[in-house]
């Protein structure tokens, strides 16, 4: 079963949302929910699955929302009691709050064991940079040194540059200072990005501590090409302890990359091939953690190699080959001439396919990625931050293209000592170890359906303008529609809302299937209901969505309690809860359907992520002004998946809801729904 995705991405703005005069310490702690209010926010949850149910002949709605309101009653005066004095208690000796300090990051990331690529790592792809030559963008170079181009050194060393350069002022206070919620949030979180690793163990990984700012690793970034890695000084070393290390310029950290490829040309050109260990980081994590093991005790040096990764400030890979997908008969192209298959290639160059993914560390929490036409795009370990925080950083390095008099044609100047080769001491072992995690990868990604849908028959103005809805909410019925109409039944459902007013927030579940939103589904597919009818559907449906989320923002969020009450369950010492021990229990939480909306993507060709699920999807989406970008995520091996079609239904519901909120028999006939 794959990882149940318990957080992922939703919309923020980088805007500051705050009062301008709190400060670090002004932060509200994550509140422990009221328990009553939680089992009624449950037991209502249940309500469709119980309705589907009965719809199928399975049981009566009414006996089966009886027995659960029973068992909610006597948890409530029972052992829930109990339950919840123990998390006030927990909360109580915790510095930050009950959540995050405790159980969040193992329950949520660090104790699954499935491989990170695809289940676990998210993925975005960036749009080309206009100012570099055309030619560059079809990977034509007078200037290919082992299948790595000019352009793409000079891209991925901008990139470097101002993403290094956001982290900076973002240290410094320059922008999103602490006295903003936004930069208190902001900035805690894009600590977590840089300098840190995963290290697998069994049973349950764990990240490491950042080295002290005056280690040497603190000022490397790592760099993997053609399977090998290397590290480069991006920092210049400082006088004294007390100094910040500075940044090195654009121009130098292109140098530094040319003579690592330069480094590469000479080996492959010797006849030597790298010994992928970065495809291990792919593998199942006890698997993984085995390898690892094995491989730190064969030599002092490997160990060194892998501390260097670890710690390094963020991570470079520099693919040889631009990955294409042979266009089909009805090439459909973008609002940018982009074609389908130049848009899905493009991902899945950022995902990994069968010829890069051992190209990859994928422990790394922040990944550049640039492929030899200058395609470029991020991917990361999801454990430290959620997505939207990475995204952040990304956008402030896209935004601004390159500047060429920054670069010139004589790259061959750099300091020899400001670049290392990270070389391993293997046995016959390791190899095969190797080979078999190779294998197993490149099952993995042919086994990803991922595409993006570019819909651009309108987009927020519209929604919010005329539909008179907020454009989330919205697109969630749209989900919903377009799941039932390829399916023919209801799954649970999953959006992220972030927690990030409160200290050390992070995300709560918005449970996205209610009853409301079923009864809108059945009255759209219902071929003798109305207009009105169903436009009136659609606005409790909405109501119900925007009243969640506002819930879920403010800490009244149900899913992160009853994590928390059952982890205080103590089953050794015999006690045990109905209400958990129910078969719907789980059923409410398997995320068939997992959501995350991320931003307005202007700079983003797309984005996406893995399903949690065989049968489900995973899908990301970005809500512009005049369209949407969706991305959608599913396996090719299941018959009850098909990311095209589930495409086609999705663009068909958009279609549909436009009409009927354009229906002169329901305008002006209802108040206006919430823009949450």
């Known amino acids: 079963m794959f990882r149940r995705r318990l957080s992922q991405m939703r919309s923020f703005s980088s805007s500051a949302t705050g009062s301008p005069s709190r400060s670090r310490s002004t932060l509200p702690r994550l509140p422990v929910p009221d328990l009553r209010q939680t089992l009624d926010r449950y037991l209502a949850s249940l309500e469709p699955l119980l309705l589907e149910d009965e719809r199928l002949g399975k049981s009566s709605f009414e006996s089966a929302y009886a027995l659960r309101s029973k068992w909610a ?23 930050d709050n009950w959540l995050n300090d405790n159980f969040w990051m193992q329950k949520a990331y660090l104790e699954w064991r499935a491989p990170l690529l695809v289940n676990s790592n998210w993925w975005l792809a960036f749009h080309d940079d206009d100012l570099i030559p055309q030619s560059a963008l079809t990977g034509e170079s007078s200037d290919n040194r082992a299948g790595i181009t000019l352009w793409q050194m000079r891209r991925a060393a901008w990139l470097i540059h101002r993403m290094l350069e956001y982290k900076g002022k973002l240290d410094d206070g320059e922008i999103h200072p602490d006295t903003t919620r936004t930069g208190i949030w902001l900035r805690q979180n894009t600590q977590k990005m840089f300098n840190i690793g995963r290290i697998p163990a069994q049973f349950c990984d764990v990240i490491c501590s950042p080295p002290p700012p005056d280690s040497p690793n603190s000022r490397k970034l790592l760099i993997s090409i053609h399977n090998w890695f290397y590290a480069i000084d991006v920092y210049r070393e400082s006088d004294s302890p007390t100094d910040i290390p500075q940044l090195v310029t654009p121009r130098e950290i292109a140098a530094r990359i040319r003579t690592v490829v330069l480094d590469v040309e000479q080996r492959l050109a010797s006849g030597e091939r790298a010994l992928p260990v970065g495809v291990l980081s792919a593998d199942d994590r006890d698997t993984w953690a085995a390898n690892q093991q094995y491989l730190l005790s064969l030599h002092p040096k490997n160990r060194t190699a892998y501390q260097t990764m670890l710690s390094s400030v963020m991570a470079l890979s520099l693919d040889h080959i631009t990955y294409t997908i042979p266009p089909n008969a009805h090439q459909t192209y ?25 190209n990859r560390f994928y422990d790394k929490p922040f990944t550049i990625i640039v492929d030899p036409s200058t395609h470029a795009g991020a991917t990361g370990e999801h454990a430290p931050c959620d997505a939207l925080v990475p995204s952040i950083v990304a956008e402030y390095g896209i935004i601004q293209g390159i500047d060429k008099a920054v670069f010139d044609d004589t790259l061959d100047d750099t300091d020899p000592g400001s670049w290392q080769r990270l070389d391993w001491v293997a046995d016959d072992k390791i190899r095969h170890a190797c080979d078999a995690a190779h294998a197993r990868a490149i099952k993995i990604v042919e086994d990803s359906d991922d595409s993006m849908l570019w819909f651009q028959g309108y987009g927020t103005d519209w929604i919010k303008g005329i539909a008179k809805f907020g454009p989330d909410a919205y697109i969630q019925m749209v989900l919903q529609l377009a799941w039932y109409k390829t399916r023919g039944e209801f799954t649970a459902t999953y959006e992220t809302v972030l927690t990030r007013m409160f200290k050390r927030g992070r995300t709560e579940t918005l449970r996205t299937l209610t009853r409301e939103s079923r009864e809108w589904v059945l009255e759209m597919v219902d071929p003798k209901s109305t207009a009105a009818v169903r436009y009136a559907a659609l606005q409790r449906a909405i109501k119900t969505h925007s009243r969640l989320t506002k819930e879920a923002a403010t800490g009244r969020g ?6 928390g009450l059952r982890l205080m369950l103590r089953t050794e010492n015999g006690e045990q809860a109905l209400l958990f021990d129910d078969e719907l229990f789980d059923r409410s939480q398997q995320w068939k359907l997992s959501t995350s909306g991320l931003s307005a993507g202007h700079l983003f060709r797309g984005t996406g992520f893995g399903a949690a699920y065989q ?25 009850l998946t098909s990311t095209d079609r589930l495409k086609q239904s999705i663009v068909d519901s ?13 305008a002006g006939d209802y108040p206006v729904s919430s823009h949450l």
């Open 73 to 95: 009653q006597s948890f409530e005066s029972g052992i829930g009691k109990v339950l919840q004095e123990r998390l006030h208690a927990l909360d109580r000796a915790s510095s």
């Open 334 to 358: 973008g609002p940018q001439g982009i074609s389908q298959e130049a848009l899905d290639s493009h991902l899945h160059t950022i995902r990994a396919h069968p010829l890069n993914v051992a």
């Open 558 to 563: 149900i899913d992160r309690h009853l994590l």
């Open 615 to 639: 049968d489900g999807y995973g899908i990301n989406y970005l809500a512009a002004p005049d369209m949407i970008k969706f991305g959608i995520e599913s396996k090719h091996s299941s018959p």
């Open 654 to 666: 958009l279609y549909e809801m436009r009409i009927l909120c354009s229906s002169s028999d329901v």
